[in-house]
T-cell receptor, first 115, second 112 residues
Framework: KAGVTQTPRYLIKTRGQQVTLSCSPI?????VSWYQQTPGQGLQFLFE???????NKGNFPGRFSGRQFSNSRSEMNVSTLELGDSALYLCASSLSGGPSGNTIYFGEGSWLTVV | QKEVEQNSGPLSVPEGAIASLNCTYS??????FFWYRQYSGKSPELIMSIYSNGDKEDGRFTAQLNKASQYVSLLIRDSQPSDSATYLC????????????FGKGTKLSVKP
């Protein structure tokens, strides 16, 4: 069974540019969440999608956006990149979300460096 | 502000010892609790989940939950050098499980 797949794995962008990251969840999983991990702030929740709808959103500026497609694949976009956006972006999938009983699986992440 | 607190460590234990990792959380309505292990440069890997008060054992790992004290812990018995990693405590405060609040992690070092 294939795991959560994230692309690209590594990328370097310039301040002011925008970036799109892609995530393919485990087959059959309908919930996809995105997290940002930095040394200073740790793992922080960005947003969660379920059946193409954003179900939860973390405390990030509007420059961070996402979407989910009918096949459950998800993308996140960061516009007008800032140096502080340099981080590991992790995608996680689960069957359906819900308060218990669903294991969350993380992808390997996309390492974004903004210069 | 919902928070999850962990001692950042590093926590150093000798091989074969018991490693004890602790986590406190701020909101009493929390429903689900998770421990993830993250090796340097890798993504988090789920070790244990626990939903009700008491202990839950899985191999060398035991998770303990005390909702009255808002405290969750992870014990690693017979610690091995391969257990050296950062351990992340995560809490779901309700709603979908995709909305986890993570602690900043405790770095564990197991010395041979």
């Amino acid at each position: 069974k294939a795991g959560v797949t994230q692309t690209p794995r590594y990328l370097i962008k310039t301040r002011g540019q925008q970036v799109t990251l892609s995530c393919s969840p485990i087959s059959g999983h309908r919930s996809v969440s995105w997290y940002q991990q930095t040394p200073g702030q740790g793992l922080q929740f960005l947003f969660e999608y379920f059946s193409e709808t954003q179900r939860n959103k973390g405390n990030f500026p509007g420059r961070f956006s996402g979407r989910q497609f009918s096949n459950s694949r998800s993308e996140m976009n960061v516009s007008t990149l800032e140096l502080g956006d340099s981080a590991l972006y992790l995608c996680a999938s689960s069957l359906s979300g819900g308060p218990s009983g669903n294991t969350i699986y993380f992808g390997e992440g996309s390492w974004l460096t903004v210069v | 502000q919902k928070e999850v607190e962990q001692n950042s460590g590093p926590l150093s234990v000798p091989e074969g010892a018991i490693a004890s990792l602790n986590c406190t959380y701020s909101d009493r309505v929390s429903q689900s609790f998770f421990w993830y292990r993250q090796y340097s440069g890798k993504s988090p890997e789920l070790i244990m989940s626990i939903y009700s008060n008491g202990d839950k054992e899985d191999g060398r790992f035991t998770a303990q939950l005390n909702k009255a004290s808002q405290y969750v812990s992870l014990l690693i018995r017979d610690s091995q050098p391969s257990d050296s990693a950062t351990y992340l405590c995560a809490v779901n405060y309700g709603g979908s499980q995709g909305n986890l609040i993570f602690g900043k992690g405790t770095k564990l070092s197991v010395k041979p």
